[in-house]
């Protein structure tokens, strides 16, 4: 498949792969991809482990051969280079520092090995940047997990590569750290104005830090955009799913109506703007509604008359909630589907919404997205929570 | 009465601990005390009068230092040999996948598998039917096969537990592969490598049944003692064992003074 | 966390050869293996294939050796070193026991209890390795000299009258009887079972310890349910590294036995280096090596640990 992200405002392609691929044996990790990432962007490739996104970004480094396609750095076909012939450099996943060198030999090793004599200033620079020039004499084994994450990206970062790859760099790191490293990355990126290339299966820290997203699942990538709109639009069930949470409704397509598409989900009618559809609807055929559960307003039957005109309805009864600080979740059985998911904002609470109450979801049409029906349901959904 | 075989009962394991200490140390007292022995007769194994003639005359008995001086080439020479032969081996079978692993894992299994005396008799059976002279060469060849296993399992072990990111992190910070090997694999590899070399030297230069097969009349350090247990025991040989025993102990009390400074620094 | 595919692509490091530089990269493993693989196989395999060919060979040095197939050798050998084989096995399996006996709990006392005196403990384990093992056990006829202290003192305390009716000891002797053997043998592979020991013990977190202790385990069972399990591939470790060249050793026999103590490694020595019958040494070589390595599979099925390289 194709997928190109948008070149908003940037000089240039960095990194453009073409239909590369990789197999081993008989399993496929990477099916045919054909990616071109911008110059100067934050570009995260997202997935669950297994799904290719790794090997794609070792590929990128050389690490790995590609079994057909090409890589190109800044226009230069780099397929054949081994990898300490190419212009990127890494942060890898337990950041692969050596532990025999102490902090400074470890940052000065990528410009000794290109014949630099004279590294003591860009060194200390660089240590300084990550506020580590204290550390310099330590060995790796001696610093904290952020620390030697930092040391890892100087590491890297001082041989001004053209393209930094970051491969899970925050995965070993605990949830506040990787809150601050996550900030902290996006501000180095932001000041040396590099290209990165982040490998992550975190979705909220890929919707953070990055300002394109490449969603991948089984070897292909499913999804590419900016974080709002893969959010908002997904276009597959394993995007709505991995990335937050969605309620998905099976429905028959009754037909059209202007703009809209008439549905029907257990004698429930719901309407889609065709806008927002990312399949063709055929009268007589299914479809896949779905809607986030923070765009679903939650109001007591007694009060169902209420509610305006317009809106997306469905009856149902409250099975559980549970009140966590600045909403509440509602999980919420219904005709057309069990266990949807609600969250209301703690603003106005109803103390009558409690479980067992019988309830209307309602929301603005324009809120859902339809999807085609031959997907799972489920895809995703259990790749995407927990680290 | 009670109190005391509690405490017999809690300190059990470390009253017993330190007897099979002891029965490991024992010889090496009985060795050192004896070297300032002087015997009646030809055997040393009977305490008469302090003296410190052995001592001072360390090579005074035909043959010792001789022997001496070739178990110590023949150990250095070995040691290279083996180091270098079983590292190489023991990379291809960390590193790589390839068809004939498991022969190869079977056939570095079966020298120490193998009772050395049905090693020695082999080699021996060949070396005698090739008509190779038996001599510095045989004992060489023979030393360098029995250690070469111990080594591929001291290096592989140590080169399975590294981190094969580590080689990647190097290649993509612009080391081309022999830089790779000599900055990154090569350093952390080395305890390992140290740790086979030097059980390598201790085979060798220690080997007694293998190189009594193969060595003709050279007469290593090893098989010197063992004729002087028929003919009679010089005290000279107790020296040279404490002294071994000595050197061995500063050594390896020097590399633990030193890890420790270096690690505090 | 879960995952929806079943193999990890991510850290994946095979790849099938595409370019000439990839074929290339595959033959490096058979260049590494090349020098050393021929160097076992020319003088370790090589000489076992014809040391089989020569115990079926007949003839006298003068004349020469020839194959005839004469598997009799096999058979005279045994009726004639039958007893040699079987003292060979008893003794080493008595000295295996005895050095897991002894070296268990120094293993566990440097493993848990030595603290700071942990690398200190473990030098005096392998220390007495660099001192000739041959004067070593040369010592061990001053400690078990007739009269000697050691020797006194087993006599009145009545432990020689219980070694004297085991068979063991004769009189007031201990030197010369297969108590002094056994004793050389314990001694001289005693580290070879400690150090793998170690190894694993010191491999055992010791937070299981206070598991098994919150889990209402008293510390014997802590021991027999956790610990020892978990040592499980050192006590076999050491057990092969024990028993196997204690079985062919004839260094404890020579020099601290009588002639009534021969084991099967003083035959095949003798053999080949005195009498020069070299088929029957070889086929004496052939029938122990074939004994252990029986012993051993048969061990290390039932233990179940076969990663032992």
């Known amino acids: ?387 | 009465m009670r109190t005391v075989t509690r405490w017999l009962r809690r300190n059990l394991v470390v009253l017993v601990g330190l007897g099979t200490l002891g029965y490991l140390m024992l010889p090496n007292v009985i060795v050192t005390v004896f070297s300032f022995n002087k015997p009646n007769g030809r055997f040393n194994y009977e305490w008469q009068r302090f003296s410190t003639d052995a001592w001072t005359d360390p090579c005074g008995v035909a043959d010792l230092c001789g022997s001496l001086s070739l178990s110590l080439r023949i150990a250095i020479w070995a040691t290279i040999g083996a180091t270098v032969l079983g590292t190489m081996i023991a990379f291809a079978l960390a590193r790589y996948r390839f068809r004939a692993r498991s022969s190869v894992s079977t056939l570095l299994f079966l020298p120490m598998a193998m009772p050395e005396v049905v090693m020695a008799a082999s080699l021996a059976t060949l070396f005698l039917n090739m008509g190779v002279t038996f001599g510095f060469w045989t004992i060489l060849i023979a030393h360098i096969m029995f250690c070469l296993s111990f080594v591929v399992t001291a290096v592989k072990a140590r080169v399975m537990s590294m981190d094969p990111r580590l080689e990647q992190a190097a290649q993509d910070l612009y080391a081309t592969p022999f830089q790779t090997f000599l900055r990154v694999t090569l350093p952390i590899a080395a305890p390992g490598i140290a740790a086979g070399a030097l059980l390598s030297f201790a085979l060798s230069f220690d080997d007694f049944i293998i190189t009594n097969f193969n060595a003709g009349s050279t007469v290593t350090f090893p098989m010197f003692v063992w004729g002087s247990a028929q003919r009679g025991t010089p005290v000279q040989i107790n020296v040279i064992g404490t002294a071994m025993f000595a050197v061995a102990v500063l050594c390896v009390l020097a590399g633990q003074l030193v890890g420790r400074r270096r690690r505090r620094s | 966390m879960t995952t929806t595919a079943t193999t990890s692509a991510d850290t994946g490091t095979e790849a099938p050869a595409v370019t000439a530089a990839a074929r290339r990269k595959k033959l490096v493993p058979y260049w590494l293996l090349l020098p050393g693989i021929l160097w076992l196989v020319v003088f370790f395999a090589a000489p076992l294939v014809y040391q089989a060919s020569t115990s079926v060979q007949t003839g006298s040095l003068e004349e020469g050796f020839k194959v005839t197939w004469h598997f009799a050798t096999y058979a005279d050998a045994l009726t004639e070193y039958y007893p040699q084989f079987l003292r060979s096995v008893a003794y080493s399996a008595t000295a295996t026991v005895l050095c897991l006996a002894l070296g268990y709990p120094l293993a566990y006392l440097i493993a848990f209890k030595a603290g700071r005196w942990r690398n200190l403990l473990m030098v005096l384990v392998i220390a007495p390795f660099f001192t000739s093992f041959l004067i070593r056990t040369l010592a061990w006829k001053t400690i078990l000299s007739d009269g000697g202290p050691v020797v006194s003192a087993l006599g009145s305390l009545h432990i020689l009258d219980v070694t004297n009716a085991l068979g063991v000891t004769e009189g007031h002797r201990v030197l010369a009887t297969p108590l002094a053997v056994v004793c050389g043998l314990t001694y001289n592979f005693l580290p070879f079972m400690i150090l793998p020991l170690y190894t694993s013990l010191e491999r055992i977190d010791p937070r299981l310890h206070e598991a098994a202790g919150d889990l209402y385990a008293t510390p014997l069972t802590t021991f027999r349910k956790v610990t020892f399990p978990l040592s499980m591939p050192g006590v076999v470790a050491g057990t092969l590294l024990t028993f196997i060249p204690a079985t062919g050793d004839y260094i404890n026999a020579e020099l601290l036995g009588s002639t009534d103590q021969k084991m099967i490694g003083n035959v095949i020595q003798s053999q080949f280096l005195r009498v020069l019958d070299y088929p029957t040494a070889a086929a004496l070589s052939f029938i122990l090596m074939a004994a252990i390595l029986a012993m051993v599979t048969l061990y290390i099925r039932k233990s179940g640990t076969e990663d032992l390289v």
């Open chain 1, 1 to 387: 498949m194709t997928a190109t992200a948008p070149t908003a405002g940037s000089s240039g392609t960095d990194v453009r792969l073409t239909a590369i691929s990789k197999r081993y044996g008989s399993f496929t990790a990477v099916h045919p991809l054909d990616l071109a990432i911008p110059a100067g962007s934050f570009f995260a490739l997202l997935g669950a482990s297994g799904c290719g996104k790794t090997t794609t970004l070792r590929m990128i480094a050389g690490l790995e051969d590609p079994t057909t396609g090409s890589v190109e750095l800044a226009g230069k076909d780099v397929t054949a280079l081994p990898p300490h012939k190419r212009p990127v450099n890494t942060v890898f996943q337990s950041y692969a520092l050596f532990p025999h060198l102490d902090i400074y030999e470890n940052v000065a090793f990528g410009l000794r090995r290109r014949g630099i004599k004279s590294v003591k200033k860009q060194v200390g620079d660089m240590l300084d940047l990550v506020q580590l020039g204290d550390f310099a004499r330590r060995k790796p084994h001696q610093l904290s997990g952020g620390q030697q994450q930092r040391v890892a990206v100087a590491r890297a970062l001082i041989n001004h590569p053209q393209v930094l790859l970051l491969d899970e760099p925050l995965g070993a790191l605990d949830l506040k750290l990787r809150r601050q490293m996550q900030l902290e990355l996006k501000r180095i990126q932001t000041e040396v104005g590099i290209t990165f290339v982040h490998v992550t299966h975190d979705q909220e820290e890929a919707m953070t830090m990055a300002d394109t997203v490449a969603v991948m699942n089984g070897g292909r990538v499913e999804q590419l955009g900016a974080p709002a709109d893969l959010y908002e639009t997904p276009r597959t069930t394993f995007v709505a799913n991995f990335l937050g949470t969605s309620n998905l409704i099976t429905a028959d397509v009754l037909g059209t109506s202007g703009d809209d598409i008439l549905l029907r989900a257990c004698d429930t009618k719901l309407t889609l703007p065709a806008t927002r559809c990312t399949t063709t609807a055929r009268t007589g055929e299914k479809l896949l509604i779905g809607i986030r559960p923070e765009k679903i307003t939650l109001t007591h039957a007694d009060d169902a008359g209420t509610i305006p005109d317009g809106r997306n309805r469905i009856t149902g009864r409250i099975a559980d909630s549970s009140f966590i600080g600045v909403s509440t979740q509602y999980v919420i059985d219904s005709p057309v589907g069990p266990g949807l998911s609600v969250y209301e904002q703690n603003i106005e609470r109803d103390s009558r919404l409690a479980p067992g109450a019988e309830v209307v979801l309602h929301w603005n049409p324009g809120h859902s997205f339809g999807l085609d029906a031959a997907q799972s349901v489920e895809a995703g959904t259990d790749a995407g929570e927990g680290t």
